[in-house]
């Protein structure tokens, strides 16, 4: 069974930063894809930022270019999303997810299906 577990959500006011956090085993970091995905009441999930597993090349969606970044950390069991210069349309409940069934880190990111393994979330908040 592949666990992963987000935390670092909370409530700020716009402009702020957050840093997100998964912790997976080291085994499921390296062997699949992980990727940041969020969902907003009424909305649509949508993915955030993804990493590969084979060069940690990643991808960002549109909305958060530039103002956010997926890392690994220095443990491999770990993968980070920092946020900076939040909005309110960043709010949601974001999930942290592997690509178990090596969907390609960019599809998975796209578009994930019912594919991969999830976390339970994180709620952030962004508000005045």
């Known amino acids: 069974q592949v666990q992963l577990v987000e935390s670092g959500g909370g409530s700020v006011q716009p402009g702020e930063s957050l840093r997100l956090s998964c912790t997976l085993s080291e085994f499921t970091a390296r062997s699949y894809s992980i990727g940041w995905f969020r969902q907003a009441p009424g909305k649509d999930r949508e993915g955030v930022a993804c990493i590969a597993s084979y060069n940690d090349a990643t991808y960002y969606s549109d909305s958060v270019k530039y103002r956010s970044t997926i890392s690994r950390g220095s443990a491999a069991t770990t993968v980070y999303l920092q946020m900076n210069s939040l909005k309110p349309e960043d709010t949601g409940i974001y999930y942290c997810?592997?690509?178990?069934?090596?969907?390609?880190?960019?599809?998975?990111?796209?578009?994930?299906?019912?594919?991969?393994?999830w976390g339970r979330g994180t709620q952030v908040t962004v508000s005045s």
């Open positions: 997810a592997a690509d178990t069934s090596n969907y390609g880190y960019k599809g998975f990111c796209v578009d994930p299906a019912d594919t991969g393994a």
